[in-house]
């Protein structure tokens, strides 16, 4: 029952935050006001949170987790790029629960939005993504057995995959479709264009229409 009472005191300050931060702004959101409307001390605040930033990506950091867990975990066969994807695809149904045990959807859809508009939080987001991009190119390189300092490929591959995911977030967070599931189909649309993006001749070859068309996956055998 304790454990019961911290977890539902830790939500309830992180729904606060995010309400006042997408409400009235970040920087304008004190520490005073979200507490006050929990009914808790500031010293309850700080045992579970250090700082305003660290509840403003609170949920943001439960989703990469996820992501990178689940990449772990993807079997040795796959390439590094099919197992980044597969990795986000096993990943959403784990994703949805994670973000509505915590918040609604739409709040987290506005959450994105906050944080890409706030330039203090947008800076620290780079800096936050910066660092994941280096995890994961440290992941791939442990599983394809390779020197990620003297072999650039699993770097390059990082920046390639994070970056379809960043501007797939930025074009839901824009959207009015605040759904999972709308996320999902962008992302494996976007991502079906990786490989064909990458390709020398746009012209001739045209775009896909589908993930037949689209060859970014495959099988090792």
Same mark, same amino acid.
């Given at each position: ?6 977890? &539902?005191?830790?939500?309830a300050?992180?729904?606060?935050? @995010? ?27 700080? &045992? ?6 660290? !509840? ?14 689940? /990449?772990?975990? $993807? ?6 790029m ?5 990795? !986000? ?5 784990? !994703? ?8 609604? %959807? ?6 994105? $939005? ?7 939080? /947008? ?12 995890? @994961? ?8 057995? +390779?020197? %990620?300092?003297?072999? =650039?490929?699993? &770097? ?14 930025? /074009? #839901? ?9 709308? @996320?999902?189909?962008?992302?494996? &649309?976007? +991502?079906?264009? +990786?490989?064909?993006? /990458?390709?020398e001749? #746009?012209?001739?070859?045209? =775009? ?14």
């Open positions: 029952m304790r454990a019961r009472k911290k977890q &539902r005191t830790r939500d300050l992180l729904r606060e935050a @995010l309400e006042r931060f997408t409400a009235q702004g970040y920087e304008q959101t004190t520490i005073d006001e979200i507490t006050d409307a929990v009914e808790v001390s500031q010293r309850t605040f700080f &045992r579970y949170y250090a700082s305003k930033e660290e !509840v403003a990506f609170a949920v943001v950091e439960m989703v990469e987790s996820k992501f990178v867990e689940a /990449l772990r975990v $993807r079997p040795a066969s796959e390439g590094p099919e197992a980044m994807r597969n990795a !986000v695809t096993s990943a959403w149904t784990s !994703v949805g629960e994670t973000i509505q045990s915590v918040i609604p %959807v739409e709040l987290y859809m506005r959450t994105y $939005r906050m944080i890409e508009s706030t330039p203090a939080l /947008l800076a620290i987001h780079l800096r936050r993504s910066a660092g994941l991009e280096e995890g @994961l190119s440290q992941l791939l390189a442990d599983r394809e057995g +390779l020197d %990620v300092d003297t072999d =650039p490929r699993p &770097r390059v591959a990082v920046a390639a995959f994070t970056g379809v995911m960043r501007v797939t977030g930025q /074009l #839901w967070g824009k959207g009015q479709d605040s759904s999972l599931e709308t @996320l999902r189909e962008l992302s494996e &649309r976007y +991502l079906d264009h +990786l490989g064909p993006a /990458l390709a001749d #746009w012209r001739t070859a045209g =775009p896909c229409a589908g993930p037949a068309s689209c060859p970014v996956r495959r099988t090792r055998g």
